[in-house]
């Protein structure tokens, strides 16, 4: 993308859950935030405010927990895009790895199916779509996109030019901040993982 030196996408995903904290796959399920969580998406707001993003568009999953998540953290002029919604997880919403590992040895979502909901191919579809109107807006402004741990690492991982199941290689915890942006127009991860240098523990595991 020419002149793109400093165009920037912030990828924020949701605080804390009852279900993350338990490392329960949560795509449909619509859990508000925990106290945890609120105080976490609060204070990512210092961490999203420090980029210094250029009069940011700022799209958020259609899901309460991201839709709260951007009103703590201060974002405003928020616009709904229901391509951010966390993954479909069909038959194993609501259940740990080692629970569908039971059945499924060595299942991951990166690598395995997934029993009435979304391929990675179909992932992959939806990650593309939404990069193609942040690419296209990136001329004018920069990007925050409010949302989910497997979706967002999806999105990193097309960003950089892998297929989706890339995503498992950048573990994103509850309501950190990652930054993807270009060098010599090339995409590149600026940023990973962002949290405040003092605030709540998030969880790591980018389940949900």
Do not use: C, K
């Amino acid at each position: 993308m020419p002149g793109s030196e400093n165009a920037r996408v912030a990828l924020l995903r949701h605080g804390e859950t009852s279900w993350s904290v338990q490392h329960r796959h949560t795509g449909r399920t619509d859990l508000p935030l925990t106290p945890a969580g609120e105080n976490q998406a609060t204070a990512a707001g210092a961490v999203v405010a420090g980029l210094g993003l250029r009069d940011p568009m700022v799209l958020v999953s259609p899901r309460a927990r991201a839709q709260r998540t951007a009103e703590l953290a201060g974002l405003t002029g928020t616009r709904i895009e229901p391509d951010l919604a966390e993954w479909d997880y069909g038959d194993y919403e609501g259940r740990t790895t080692p629970q569908i590992r039971t059945g499924d040895p060595g299942w991951t979502i990166w690598t395995g199916a997934v029993p009435g909901g979304e391929s990675a191919a179909e992932v992959s579809a939806r990650v593309d779509r939404v990069l193609g109107a942040v690419t296209a807006a990136l001329g004018e402004r920069d990007v925050i996109l409010v949302g989910h741990g497997h979706f967002s690492r999806a999105l990193i991982a097309r960003w950089l030019g892998f297929p989706v199941r890339e995503g498992r290689r950048f573990a994103l915890a509850t309501a950190a901040v990652s930054v993807l942006g270009y060098e010599r127009d090339e995409p590149t991860l600026w940023a990973h993982n962002l949290r405040p240098a003092t605030g709540p523990d998030a969880d790591d595991r980018g389940v949900s």
